[in-house]
């Protein structure tokens, strides 16, 4: 991919991110365009599945999450040089995502805030232990999901780490290669320069709520935020 591209999402992380960190790691000069509620509601109809993201490389227009990041991923060789990186990359997808799913689940459920503290010292840190245990096991020159290669799982992967610790401050502290991990991905010259630029959406997945900051000091306002950012029509749901 070289110019002419355009990532259409909402002004919010969600579903998009792991498709921005992709093309930040590669280099290529994309239009990132945000939409407002207002704005997606206009869009709906016109979209193939009544869902974003979609990513338009030229004349072709690409839909659904995990088929654009792996188109991309492909294009780029980050889809795992073996077929057993191919392999632990597929494993890795359906390992994050169900923690993933689980992190979903949490915020939409009433009272999840007076929790917060015990989810961050005990629910996520046992979800996380046996990716850690799989994962982790791998020799120190193994640095990635994948293996030894650099692979679209390990930016989902960072996606979803970089939402745990900031909702449920803490997470990491129990899964030592997962806190280094996300330490390392964040080091990378072209995510280091992503995250300090400015152009990364605050609002994470679930709300108006800066990153670098996990402690909602107004009790209910988070949830607040979500049904407001969030109406019953709002493509969250998205693929």
């Known amino acids: ?7 259409t999402y909402l002004d919010i992380r969600g579903r998009a991110e792991c498709i921005r960190l992709l093309l930040e790691e590669i280099g290529v000069d994309y239009a990132d365009r945000q939409l407002t509620n207002e704005e997606w509601q206009e869009l ?11 990513l338009q490389i030229g004349d072709v227009e690409l ?20 077929e057993s990186e191919r392999t632990r990359c597929d494993i890795a997808v359906e390992a994050i995502g169900d923690v993933d799913h ?4 949490l915020v939409w459920t009433p009272g999840f805030e007076d929790n917060r503290r015990s989810i961050a010292e005990d ?12 994962f982790g096991s791998s020799p120190k020159e193994s640095p990635f999901f994948a293996g030894a290669s650099l692979s679209f799982a390990d930016f989902i992967a960072f996606d979803c780490l970089e939402n745990i610790e900031a909702l449920f401050p803490g997470s990491l502290a129990t899964t ?30 679930y709300g108006p709520r800066r990153h670098d900051r996990g402690d909602f000091s ?14 019953a029509d709002h493509p969250d749901s998205a693929a």
């Open 102 to 105: 689980h992190l979903g689940g």
């Open 44 to 54: 709906k109809p016109r979209t193939p599945f009544g869902q974003v993201p979609l």
């Open 176 to 205: 030592a290669w997962l806190s280094d991990f996300r330490d390392r991905m964040s080091e990378r010259p072209a995510i280091k320069a992503y995250l300090a630029s400015g152009r990364r959406p605050e609002a994470i997945m």
């Open 218 to 231: 107004d009790p209910g306002a988070m949830t607040n935020s979500l049904r407001k950012i969030f109406p």
């Open 123 to 134: 629910d996520f840190p046992a979800r996380l232990a046996p990716v850690e245990r799989f």
């Open 1 to 7: 991919m070289t110019a002419n591209i355009t990532l």
């Open 63 to 82: 839909a659904q999450t995990m088929a654009i990041v792996r188109h991309v991923a492909r294009t780029h060789g980050l889809a795992g040089e073996t």
